[in-house]
């Protein structure tokens, strides 16, 4: 790709990871950062970070027209249901639009999910596993990922399928067990983690790699069965033991909710061997004691 010599950065879904992106640009190389917002608030704490703010709505074509051209862009767009537009329209047809409007030469990275797996058997899965997602959420994301292919198909660009990001402030049921709550569902299967900080590097390393691969499942080294991470979570807390609303349920898929029935182990040697050879938390272990939950994650 043909990079000028000031590289520019468009965030599209400036959110818990999106704004670490950003900052992270920020800090190494100081940058232009764009981000899209469809609220003059957060349009405003943007230009207090020093994010260029572009008041936009994805679904909404006249608002891209006046889109910066940018070297590299990160689609990181979590859906709304409060909105009222349905998913599909959301998720897919926001991105028809960005790329309508979105430089030919821009290197994209596109956060898509582990959660387009259907696996609930706790099977190993990684970038040549089926994938028949169940839930509405991943199925659109699956479906967006095909638009890149179709749409782009000799262009730069790079999706990554993120297993469940955690870090300050974001831990899974860490206010359940501060407080002494049952936790819903169930207590075994496996979770899969990657820290926020580890997922911002590696959308930054996609840019920066020379030949990186189109796909990647982005997780840390170490898949975890749900009630040990629970229990690392008080531990870390110095909080009791975690209460489950069901203790005898156990990994009973008849009973759950498809996000809970998930159950599978990602396999994370290519984004390992590709991209991040080094990860600041390679398990939800130091994840988890480099947090402050007592100030952090109490209600």
């Not at 189109?214 to 209460?243: H, K, M, N, W």
């Not at 029935?261 to 994840?287: D, H, I, Q």
Request: hydrophobic share 35%; net charge positive.
């Amino acid at each position: 790709m043909n990079r000028s010599s000031k590289t520019t950065t468009l965030i599209v879904g400036c959110g818990y990871l999106g704004k670490r992106v950003a900052e992270g640009i920020q800090t190494a190389t100081g940058e232009t950062v764009y981000a899209t917002t469809r609220s003059r608030e957060k349009a405003a704490k943007f230009a207090a970070q020093g994010i260029v703010p572009i008041l936009a709505d994805w679904t909404d074509r006249r608002t891209l027209r006046s889109l910066p051209d940018c070297d590299r862009v990160l689609v990181a767009v979590s859906y709304d249901a409060r909105s009222g537009i349905p998913r599909e329209e959301s998720q897919v047809g926001g991105l028809s639009n960005l790329l309508d409007f979105c430089p030919e030469n821009a290197d994209i990275c596109y956060i898509s999910t582990t959660g387009v797996y259907h696996q609930t058997d706790g099977q190993w899965v990684d970038e040549t596993s089926p994938a028949r997602p169940a839930r509405g959420g991943g199925a659109a994301h699956l479906r967006a990922e095909s638009l890149l292919h179709r749409r782009r198909p000799t262009a730069r660009w790079t999706i990554l399928r993120l297993a469940g990001i955690y870090g300050p402030d974001r831990v899974p049921r860490a206010s359940d067990v501060l407080n002494r709550r049952p936790i819903e569902g169930p207590y075994g299967g496996y979770l899969n983690l990657i820290h926020v900080q580890d997922a911002a590097s590696t959308v930054m390393a996609s840019w920066e790699a020379v030949r990186p691969s189109r796909l990647y499942v982005v997780s840390d080294d170490l898949p975890v069965i749900r009630q040990r991470f629970y229990e690392e979570v008080a531990t870390c807390a110095g909080a009791p033991p975690p209460i489950f609303a069901t203790q005898g349920a156990g990994f009973e898929k008849s009973t759950l909710s498809a996000r809970s029935a998930s159950n599978k182990r990602v396999w994370n040697r290519r984004f390992r061997r590709e991209l991040m050879p080094k990860l600041a938390f390679p398990t939800y272990r130091e994840g988890l004691r480099s947090l402050n939950f007592a100030r952090r994650q109490a209600p």
